[in-house]
C-alpha cells in the first residue's frame, strides 16, 4: 500500500472530496462492502509456457476463496495477478479497496527490524490521525473548507480503524508467537521466525482483501489456530493458496480449481470444502464417460471402416471358377459403403481430451503378521537422544509425530536403514524390502525423463536381488505422472512433479514396509486425499511422520509415538504397554 496523501488545499472544498474518491478506487483507503478484485479472461505466458488460461474470477468483501491445484498450475501467479504484482498477457483485471499480500517467502533487506515492519503496518494509520489532527485545528481555526477536510480525513481513519491499528498489530505478533522486539534485525531471525512477523504485520493492518500464500507454513498448532479464527473473521475477503486441508475445511467458502478440466477452463465450485470434493468428483466421473464413450464410439466406426474395406476386398478377388460377375456387380455398392463408413469415422471428432489420472495402488502382497522391522534402544548423537524401542510386523500401521527437532525425520531414515544409529539396532527380516520416501527428492540427473530415472531404479533392483522381474512395474502403473510430466526433464519439472516421481520410485519397490516422511509436501489436496485411502487399505506396514492436520485426524485411530522436544520419550497414545503391541515393544 503506498503512503496516504489526505493533505488538502484550505481553500479548496473539492480536491478533498475527490482525493478521498480517488484513494479508495486507487487501493490505498479501504473500500468497505465495495471491495472487489475482478478478473476477466486473463493469460499469463511465462517463459513460453502457459502459465495460466482463460481465467475469471472475482473476489468480494465477503469472499472465502481457496485457489486449488497441482503445483506449476500457476495458483501463486494468478495471487501475483490479482494483487496487481504480475500484468497478464491478456485479460483484465479491475480493483477496488485495499490489498494485503502474504507471499511463500520474503528475504530480509538490509537494515529492516521488526520495528520498521510493524511501522510499515501502521503507517497509513498513523498518517491519517495526523491529517484528522490537522484538519481539527484547521477546523477551529474557521479556515474556509476545513469542514469538508475534517469530514474526509475523519471517513478515511474511520475506514481504517486507525485508533486500534497498534493493538492489533500487538495481538497478531502474540497470537503468531512472533518476535516482539521492535530493534530485533530481521537478519538475526530465522525465515520462519520472519515469515510470522510479516504476516502478523499484514492481519494487524486493515486490508479490504487478503492474498495468502501457503500461510501455514512456519506456524505451530496454536499459531494456526490464530490464523483461522482471524481468517474466518475478517471483515473483508480473502484468497488463500495452500495445500493445508484443514485450513481449507475450515476457511474456505468457494474454491477455484486450476487443474486440467474437460473445456480446459478452471472451474469454480461452492459449498466449502465438501462441495469441491464432491464436484470436483462429479466432473471427473462425467469426464471419465464422455471420454470412454466418445472413445468407443470412435473404435466402432474404425472397425466398420475395416469392414467394409475387408468386403471390398472379398468382393474384388472372387474364388475361381464362379460367382465372378456376381460379385463384381456387388463391388460398386461394398465402395459406396466403405466411402460412407470412411465419411462417417473422419466426421467423428475427438473433441474430449483424456482426463486426469487416479491414483492407481500396486498389489503389495504382504502378509498380515510377518515380522519386517525389530528396532532396540536405538539413538543418534545430537539428534535422537532417548532410547527407541519398537516392532512392526505386516499390515502393522505406526504414526509418528512432534515438534520440529525432536527427531522424527532422524528415527524414520534409521529405521529405513538410511541412517546408522549411535547405539542399538535396526533389523529387517531376509527379503523384507523397505521403502523409504524421505522430505527430500533424490539428485537425480537433471536433463534426465523420468523413464530414464524410473529404468535406472528398477534396473538397480532387479540387478540386486532385491525385486523380481514378475513383480515389476511401469512407470505408467500407478498413474502418478502425466504426459506432461512424462516428457519434462526431472530438472525442469514442479515440486509436485518430483515428489510424484519419488513416489512412483518406492512403490515400483512393492515394499512389505513402507515409510513415509511428510508424505504430503507439495501434493495437491485431492492426490493427499487418494494416498491417504490407500495408506489406510494397503497390507504393507505403514510408517509416517507428519505435521499435516487432516492427515493426522485420519490417521488418528493408528498406534502413535509422539517424540517430544528434545526427545523426552514417548507420549500420545499412551505408553509402549507389552510387547505383544504390534507397534511398539519394550
Request: proline content about 5%; overall charge neutral; glycine content about 8%.
Amino acid at each position: 500500500m503506498r503512503n496516504l496523501d489526505l493533505n488538502s488545499s484550505p481553500d479548496s472544498t473539492t480536491t478533498t472530496t475527490t482525493t478521498t474518491t480517488d484513494l479508495v478506487r486507487s487501493g490505498r483507503l479501504p473500500a468497505g462492502d465495495r471491495a472487489h478484485v475482478r478478473a476477466e479472461g486473463v493469460r499469463v505466458v511465462l517463459g513460453g509456457r502457459v502459465v495460466l488460461s482463460d481465467v475469471s474470477v472475482t473476489v468480494s468483501a465477503r469472499s472465502r476463496l481457496a485457489v486449488v491445484g497441482e503445483n506449476g498450475r500457476g495458483k501463486t501467479t494468478l495471487l501475483h495477478v490479482l494483487a496487481g504484482m504480475v500484468t497478464p498477457d491478456r485479460g483484465t483485471v479491475d480493483r477496488v479497496g485495499t490489498i494485503g499480500v502474504a507471499r511463500q517467502s520474503l528475504q530480509a533487506r538490509g537494515g529492516e527490524t521488526v520495528g520498521s515492519l510493524v511501522r510499515g503496518a501502521m503507517r497509513d494509520s498513523e498518517q491519517s490521525l495526523r491529517a484528522l489532527d490537522d484538519a481539527a485545528t484547521a477546523l477551529a481555526e474557521g479556515r474556509r473548507g476545513a469542514d469538508e477536510a475534517y469530514s474526509a480525513a475523519l471517513d478515511a481513519a474511520t475506514r481504517l480503524d486507525a485508533w486500534d491499528a497498534q493493538r492489533r498489530v500487538d495481538v497478531a505478533l502474540a497470537g503468531l508467537d512472533a518476535c516482539t522486539d521492535r530493534d530485533r534485525p530481521l537478519a538475526t531471525l530465522s525465515v520462519g521466525q520472519r515469515y510470522r512477523v510479516r504476516l502478523a504485520c499484514l492481519l494487524g493492518a486493515r486490508h479490504d482483501l487478503l492474498l495468502l500464500d501457503e500461510p501455514t507454513n512456519h506456524l505451530d498448532a496454536d499459531s494456526l489456530a490464530f490464523l483461522t479464527l482471524r481468517l474466518r473473521q475478517h471483515p473483508g475477503g480473502v484468497v488463500v493458496v495452500t495445500h493445508d486441508r484443514t485450513l481449507l475445511q475450515d476457511v474456505a467458502g468457494e474454491f477455484l480449481d486450476l487443474d486440467p478440466s474437460q473445456d480446459g477452463r478452471p472451474l469454480l465450485f461452492a459449498g466449502g470444502y465438501p462441495g469441491w470434493q464432491q464436484g470436483r468428483r462429479r466432473e471427473r466421473d462425467r469426464w471419465e464417460r464422455d471420454y470412454e464413450a466418445q472413445q468407443a464410439e470412435h473404435q466402432r466406426l474404425a472397425d466398420a471402416v475395416s469392414e467394409a474395406r475387408q468386403r471390398l476386398g472379398t468382393g474384388w478377388r472372387p474364388e475361381k471358377g464362379h460367382g465372378k460377375h456376381q460379385r463384381q456387380s456387388r463391388a460398386p455398392g461394398v465402395v459406396q459403403a466403405l466411402r460412407r463408413r470412411q465419411a462417417d469415422l473422419d466426421a467423428h471428432r475427438l473433441t474430449v481430451p483424456e482426463p486426469p489420472l487416479r491414483l492407481r495402488w500396486p498389489d503389495l502382497a504382504s502378509r498380515p503378521g510377518v515380522p519386517v522391522l525389530r528396532c532396540h534402544d536405538v539413538t543418534v548423537a545430537g539428534r535422537l537422544h532417548r532410547g527407541v524401542t519398537l516392532s512392526l510386523d505386516g499390515a502393522d500401521r505406526l504414526l509418528v509425530t512432534g515438534p520440529n527437532g525432536a527427531g522424527k525425520s532422524t528415527l524414520l531414515a534409521v529405521l529405513a536403514g538410511e541412517l546408522a544409529p549411535s547405539t542399538g539396532e535396526v533389523r529387517h527380516p531376509a527379503r523384507v524390502r523397505v521403502a523409504y520416501l524421505g522430505q527430500e527428492v533424490p539428485a537425480w540427473p537433471p536433463t534426465a525423463l523420468a523413464h530414464q530415472v524410473y529404468d535406472q531404479h528398477v534396473g538397480r533392483l532387479q540387478s540386486g536381488g532385491q525385486l523380481r522381474a514378475e513383480d515389476r512395474l511401469s512407470l505408467t502403473a500407478t498413474n502418478l505422472l502425466d504426459r506432461e510430466a512424462l516428457r519434462t526433464p526431472v530438472g525442469r519439472m514442479s515440486q509436485g512433479q518430483q515428489r510424484r516421481l519419488n513416489l512412483a520410485l518406492r512403490l515400483a519397490e512393492r515394499p512389505d514396509l513402507l515409510i513415509l516422511d511428510e508424505p504430503t509436501n507439495h501434493l495437491s489436496a485431492s492426490l493427499v486425499d487418494e494416498l491417504t485411502a490407500a495408506l489406510l487399505h494397503t497390507p504393507a506396514a505403514v510408517v509416517v511422520a507428519t505435521h499435516d492436520r487432516q492427515m493426522l485426524h485420519d490417521l488418528a485411530a493408528w498406534p502413535a509415538l509422539r517424540l517430544a522436544a528434545l526427545d523426552t520419550g514417548w507420549s500420545g497414545n499412551g505408553p509402549p504397554s507389552t510387547p505383544s503391541d504390534p507397534a511398539v515393544a519394550e
